[in-house]
């Protein structure tokens, strides 16, 4: 069983950082692509960021593109989110989800049958 668990949401103000985490449980997971995605209240969910098995590959949304970046440590299978200059529209839960489309980096959430519970991410203006 694929489980994704993350952490590192909370309340920060506009222009602030914030670093979101997702453990992974799985040995096979290092070999799975990770992706970050987002639901504001009332809209669809969205993708944020990608990154492929190996980390060599990355794909971003544009509008966090330059501010929001997408890492994994493979020895223990975490995959990180690294906000800054965070927008009052970057507010949402955000959920990590896991494919094993290995050299897959683009954003369709359909990729990724495996999904974390989601965190809550804050930002007040």
């Known amino acids: 069983q694929v489980q994704l668990v993350e952490s590192g949401g909370g309340l920060v103000q506009a222009g602030g950082s914030l670093r979101l985490s997702c453990a992974a449980s799985g040995r096979t997971l290092r070999t799975y692509t990770m992706g970050w995605f987002r639901q504001a209240p009332g809209k669809e969910r969205e993708f944020v960021a990608v990154i492929s098995w190996s980390g060599g590959n990355t794909g971003y949304a544009d509008s966090v593109k330059g501010r929001f970046t997408i890492s994994r440590d493979h020895a223990n299978i975490t995959v990180y989110l690294q906000m800054n200059s965070l927008k009052f529209e970057d507010t949402g839960v955000y959920y990590c989800?896991?494919?094993?489309?290995?050299?897959?980096?683009?954003?369709?959430?359909?990729?990724?049958?495996?999904w974390g519970q989601g965190t809550q991410v804050t930002v007040s203006s």
């Open positions: 989800a896991a494919s094993a489309a290995t050299a897959y980096v683009g954003s369709d959430y359909r990729v990724f049958p495996y």
